[in-house]
């Protein structure tokens, strides 16, 4: 097997969130009389964390960040899992590399209670380690949050991959030394992942099972 670690993104590799997160982010903006944005608009904020979300929904306008981010927290803490799903073939790939002794862990730049109040639910039983964003950690594409998780998981780096849907993620995998897998059905597209000169790129999750080996 030529990879024997995955280090999973969340939003727009495991999971699609995309539509709560542009319902809690038009929330907050309309509270503070705000435009407002549909759902393609967002898919290209998203992936460095919420805070920038925010900063470029507010194309960098800083005078109601703190309002916009207050009421955006408080609208998604308890509407998160609202529309977010799994995408077709998640559940059922993450349990065969389960079987195969794939180890695996979750890195994403959502808020750390986020990634484990979404995740627990759905991955728990197969993924042990959600690295979200925390106190003494760089975000990505800084390698600390990577590292982390593969010392949490006790691996090393030449048998790992890193998959993702954005340049985010690709830069990442690049600043971790690893081989990224880039995610087609993500929130950036296949024709996108391309023109990063993705080492691989997976049409499908299932399409990840014939990568690794």
């Given at each position: 097997?030529?990879y024997n670690t995955l280090i999973f993104d969340l939003d727009g590799t495991l999971l699609n969130t995309i539509e709560d997160l542009t319902d809690s982010l038009n929330y907050a903006l309309e509270q503070n009389n705000l435009p407002t944005y549909t759902v393609d608009n967002v898919k290209f904020f998203v992936g460095s964390g919420i805070k920038v979300m925010i900063?470029?929904?507010?194309?960098?306008?800083?005078?109601?960040?703190?309002?916009?981010?207050?009421?955006?927290?408080?609208?998604?803490?308890?509407?998160?899992?609202?529309?977010?799903?799994?995408?077709?073939?998640?559940?059922?790939?993450?349990?065969?590399?389960?079987?195969?002794?794939?180890?695996?862990?979750?890195?994403?730049?959502?808020?750390?209670?986020?990634?484990?109040?979404?995740?627990?639910?759905?991955?728990?039983?197969?993924?042990?380690?959600?690295?979200?964003?925390?106190?003494?950690?760089?975000?990505?594409?800084?390698?600390?949050?990577?590292?982390?998780?593969?010392?949490?998981?006790?691996?090393?780096?030449?048998?790992?991959?890193?998959?993702?849907?954005?340049?985010?993620?690709?830069?990442?995998?690049?600043?971790?030394?690893?081989?990224?897998?880039?995610?087609?059905?993500?929130?950036?597209?296949?024709?996108?992942?391309?023109?990063?000169?993705?080492?691989?790129?997976?049409?499908?999750?299932?399409?990840?099972?014939?990568?690794?080996?």
């Amino acid at each position: 097997m030529k990879y024997n670690t995955l280090i999973f993104d969340l939003d727009g590799t495991l999971l699609n969130t995309i539509e709560d997160l542009t319902d809690s982010l038009n929330y907050a903006l309309e509270q503070n009389n705000l435009p407002t944005y549909t759902v393609d608009n967002v898919k290209f904020f998203v992936g460095s964390g919420i805070k920038v979300m925010i900063e470029r929904a507010l194309k960098n306008n800083m005078v109601k960040f703190e309002s916009v981010y207050n009421d955006f927290l408080a609208h998604y803490s308890k509407n998160n899992t609202n529309k977010t799903a799994l995408y077709p073939g998640v559940l059922e790939t993450i349990k065969k590399l389960k079987t195969m002794n794939v180890k695996m862990a979750i890195v994403s730049n959502k808020y750390q209670q986020g990634v484990i109040d979404i995740c627990k639910p759905l991955l728990g039983e197969y993924i042990d380690v959600m690295v979200g964003e925390q106190p003494g950690l760089s975000k990505k594409p800084n390698a600390d949050m990577v590292n982390y998780a593969l010392e949490k998981l006790q691996v090393d780096k030449e048998t790992a991959a890193y998959v993702g849907d954005s340049d985010i993620d690709y830069l990442t995998a690049k600043n971790s030394a690893l081989d990224f897998i880039g995610a087609a059905w993500g929130f950036r597209g296949r024709v996108f992942l391309e023109n990063l000169k993705s080492k691989y790129v997976a049409n499908s999750f299932e399409d990840i099972l014939d990568i690794i080996q």
